[in-house]
């Protein structure tokens, strides 16, 4: 099982970027799937982005065309660029690897959007 760290978050005014990062300690990263979730307050965790080992990927349609979703592998790091950042994906953003039946979480970072 792997244990994941994000870091990367902060204030960002509307229209702006930033960009997730997630680092993982344990062995063989790359055979699990990765994924960035988020929850706003008094929301459910929803998904952001997820992509298998294979390189294939999937958005949430609320950010489709604006965030993409990347790893490297050698670097044990998952990212999650987004631009065009709206007060709407103010949130705690958590990562997630699962491989078969094991699932890990990160402790979050925090994303707000304001002006």
């Known amino acids: 099982q792997v244990q994941l760290v994000e870091s990367g978050g902060g204030l960002v005014q509307p229209g702006g970027s930033l960009r997730l990062s997630c680092a993982a300690s344990?062995?063989?990263?790359?055979?699990?799937?990765v994924g960035w979730y988020r929850q706003a307050p008094g929301k459910q965790r929803e998904l952001v982005a997820v992509m298998t080992s294979g390189g294939n990927t999937n958005y949430g349609d609320s950010v489709k065309g604006r965030f993409t979703i990347s790893r490297d592998n050698a670097k044990n790091t998952v990212y999650l660029q987004m631009n065009s950042l709206k007060p709407e994906d103010t949130a705690v953003y958590y990562c997630n690897a699962r491989f078969g039946i094991t699932t890990s979480w990160g402790q979050g970072t925090q994303v707000t959007v304001s002006s």
């Open positions: 344990g062995s063989a990263f790359s055979i699990y799937a």
